[in-house]
């Protein structure tokens, strides 16, 4: 049976704009909308730490393992400013709770001394999201985020910190980054970084995600509007003959750059479990 997974999130919103982010909606809950305001209305949780310990020391607490990163990025630019992340990170330690974190923030270098000497202690794992290539595509679906050479450094960083770096190719953007040769570009760079494994699977449009990504397309990109709504015609994901065909393309060029075999989920369920805040609690 897989382990439980809470996870925390010291950020609510984030800088780092991504047309497509699964959690815009979750800014809906504060009465902000989920678009612009998700963008640019972070709400900081100051008392995280002090929560986050109060809530470790619960005698019902069972040591289940603890994803950061999993609704906003924990290394997002307001983490340079309030320095969040230390004193999760120590105090998940202290209670010896392992932990995992995903992020497109090069911020993490500061911390990979703590995460390596942390990594002695308890399981710890370390994975960036890193899914366009193209540097012009990066700008403008990515607007916020460090460009993807600079989160291949940060790979590198990674392992060279002595932990583990597995890499989320996701999403992958239907008609823009799906490509044979997007896809092999990449996972060519990602490989040479020196991932040590990776993640393909493509685009959920959840909720108001979906408006908000659709009326960028229908900006950047109107030739592929009718497509993308004959693709999400049903929900909130791809159908199965496209996951299918993303998996066949991928899977090969995963082992041709020995990124250790096709990790992609197979169904949205398995899809939806890679991201724990969309399926289980969060820790408080």
């Not at 630019?77 to 497109?104: D, F, H, N, Q």
């Amino acid at each position: 049976m897989r382990p439980r997974c809470r996870s925390v999130n010291g950020y609510r919103g984030c800088s780092h704009a991504c047309r497509y982010c699964f959690a815009r909606p979750t800014h809906e809950y504060l009465d902000f909308d989920p678009g612009a305001d998700f963008d640019t209305q972070v709400v900081v949780k100051t008392n995280v730490v002090e929560v986050l310990r109060r809530e470790l020391r619960r005698p019902s607490w069972q040591r289940e393992t603890v994803a950061l990163g999993t609704n906003t990025d924990p290394y997002q630019r307001a983490e340079g400013r309030y320095a969040l992340m230390p004193g999760i990170v120590a105090a998940l330690v202290e209670s010896g709770t392992p932990l995992s974190i995903l992020t497109k923030g090069t911020l993490l270098r500061r911390d990979l001394p703590q995460l390596a000497e942390a990594a002695r202690r308890v399981p710890v794992s370390v994975a960036v999201s890193l899914a366009v290539a193209d540097p012009q595509l990066h700008r403008d679906v990515e607007p916020g985020t460090p460009t993807p050479q600079a989160r291949l450094g940060l790979i590198t960083a990674i392992r060279e910190a002595g932990l583990g770096c597995h890499v989320m190719i996701a999403p992958v953007l239907p008609q823009l980054t799906d490509s044979v040769e997007h896809l092999d570009g990449l996972l060519g760079q990602i490989a040479a970084a020196g991932a040590t494994g990776v993640t393909v699977f493509g685009l959920h449009l959840r909720g108001s995600t979906r408006g908000w990504f659709l009326s960028w397309l229908g900006q950047a990109h109107p030739e592929l509007v009718g497509r993308y709504r004959e693709l999400y015609r049903r929900g909130a994901y791809l159908p199965p003959s496209y996951r299918e065909m993303l998996r066949k393309r991928a899977a090969p060029l995963i082992t041709k750059h020995r990124l250790g075999g096709d990790h992609r989920p197979s169904s949205p369920a398995a899809e939806a479990a890679v991201l724990p805040e969309l399926v289980q609690p969060t820790l408080f």
